[in-house]
């Protein structure tokens, strides 16, 4: 549904476009706005980035289709918006009219939703989906905790409240007068008043314990920012920093707050994004896919050594040359010795799918959870061409840019958990592969070599596999050729 502001009329209606959250693709229908790259009065240009948003399964910067001065954010960072529903209005004819810029009141919704014209607000690469009537609420959220209309956020309905709250960000009051200052630090608001602070802000205080009646703001129009909060919790030094007295900011309430803070018992975390996704696939594979892990320890002594001489050697200058590496390529021979691992069931039509090419996961902790992106045509790649893709796929994962086509379409993978220190583990498949190798530490350990015993660098492998699809014999198979390759790395050669 369209939104507009008070003063804005039928006629100069047409100056405002609006930018919609778009469907990223893979069946998403929802996405949380990680970051804002602009602000109201921004100018912006056909294609600039101006937010980045998580999906269930990656980061991704959303640019804007048309040039403008941003009029209004419709949501704030950290808040869940569905697919097709209005994110951001852009003033696209900017000083055309010579009216003041309209003193955002509450939101009046239109009853038919107008789609702008020309060129659709969608990702490139990505479809349209169908815009969303239906307004989500935000997960925990009361009406007590709705964010002022016109500045981050749009009402859902006109609140006189909401209006004089308003009034008071935008440097209006209903008395008049000529201008409203704005010191550093407004005055504290008076009594029975609710302080003004966008709803992730309220939230952080609340995990940390703070009230916010008592924390000075620093931000336009008297808006408490994460800055403030995190000052009240802070020791008395950084108090200081504020260009105000100690009077006016006693250092004994933010001890007090900071000792609340401390003593919490307990802290409540939404399940969301790429962690949520997560569970709901291992919960789903565990329970779909019957497991079976085996494990198998190894010298891989030669191994180790062929690492080290192939960070040496001309052709890998510049690449990355790791042990992980070297069993990926490993894994990839005794895939191709034995391709019927490469497979997937499908229930639907009760087929088994066997798969002429393998895209090789790589498990990879992130600051937002575990992701599995996978390489393309693994199995096509030379070694200099897989180290630059395992480089690659590093980066782009620790980044948070990994998109949603990278995670898909995956028929293998390794996890190596051994970089923790852990010796082994029984991984859950990624859902709709067949198997999953998980690396431990490699250690030097005393080792049996040419009948004597000898310090040798050791890792214990544990493979996981779908038993529907692979049976004993041939997850023993697969296993027994990894680590054979692994001890003995000329193999790579005369195997492949």
């Known amino acids: 549904m369209t939104t507009m502001t008070a003063s804005q009329s039928t006629g100069s209606q047409s100056r ?38 998580e999906t269930a399964k990656a980061a991704v910067e959303l640019p804007i289709p048309f040039d403008g001065v941003v ?27 010579d009216e003041p810029a309209p003193a ?23 479809g349209v989906s169908q815009a969303s009537t239906k307004r989500r609420p935000r997960k925990g959220a009361s009406a007590d905790e709705a964010a002022p209309a016109g500045t981050y956020y749009a009402q859902p309905e006109p609140n006189p409240a909401a209006a004089a709250v308003q ?4 440097g209006h009051t209903a008395a008049p007068a000529p201008t409203v200052p704005a010191p550093a630090v407004p005055a504290p608001a008076t009594p029975g008043s609710r302080p003004l602070a966008k709803p992730p802000v ?31 919790v802070a020791p008395a030094p950084v108090v200081e920093q504020a260009p105000v007295s100690r009077e006016t900011t006693p250092a004994p309430a933010a001890s007090v707050e900071a000792t609340v ?26 329970f779909t896919a019957p497991h079976v892990t085996e494990f198998v320890t190894v010298d891989v002594t030669r191994t180790m050594k062929l690492v080290e001489e192939l960070k040496g050697d001309k052709e890998m200058a510049g ?50 959870g575990l992701i599995v992106p996978n390489i393309k045509d693994a199995h096509a790649q030379t070694l200099p061409q897989l180290a630059q893709s395992l480089g690659e796929l590093v980066a782009t994962a620790r980044e948070g840019k990994t998109s949603p086509a990278a995670m898909q379409n995956g028929t293998v993978t390794i996890t190596n958990v051994g970089v923790f220190g ?30 004597k015993v000898k310090p040798r660098q050791v890792t214990t492998l544990a493979l996981s596999f779908d038993h529907r699809l692979v049976d004993g014999e041939l997850g023993s198979k697969v296993l027994a050729d990894v680590a054979a390759i692994l001890e003995q790395p000329k193999r790579l050669i005369t195997w492949a």
């Open 16 to 53: 405002f476009r609006e930018f919609k959250m778009p469907d990223v693709g893979e069946g998403l229908t929802e996405a949380e706005i990680l970051k804002w790259y602009v602000a109201p009065g921004d100018t912006v240009t056909d294609g600039q980035v101006v937010c980045e948003v």
């Open 71 to 97: 009029h209004e954010l419709r949501f704030g960072e950290g808040t869940t918006v569905d697919v097709g529903q209005v994110i951001i209005s852009v003033d696209v004819q900017p000083g055309a009219a």
């Open 104 to 126: 955002a009141a509450p939101a009046v919704e239109a009853a038919e939703e107008a789609e702008p014209q020309g060129r659709q607000p969608v990702l490139v690469g990505y």
């Open 167 to 170: 009034a008071e960000l935008n």
């Open 202 to 232: 309220r939230k952080l205080a609340k995990d940390l314990g703070v009230d916010l009646a008592t924390v000075a703001p620093s931000g336009p129009g008297g808006i408490i920012t994460r800055e403030d909060v995190h000052a009240a």
């Open 261 to 286: 803070a401390d003593g919490a018992r307990e802290t409540r975390i939404p399940i969301k994004g790429v962690r949520k996704a997560t569970a709901n696939a291992m919960i789903g594979s565990a």
């Open 319 to 368: 690449l990355r040359v790791n042990p992980l590496l070297l069993i990926a390529k490993a894994l990839l021979v005794a895939i191709k010795r034995n391709p019927d691992v490469n497979a997937a069931w499908d229930e639907a039509n009760q087929e088994i799918v066997l798969k002429h090419y393998v895209n090789l996961g790589i498990a990879a902790a992130t600051p937002r």
């Open 422 to 451: 852990v010796d082994t583990g029984t991984p859950i498949l990624n859902p709709g592969e067949s198997a999953i190798l998980a690396i431990g530490a490699i250690k030097l350990q005393p080792w049996v070599h040419k009948g």
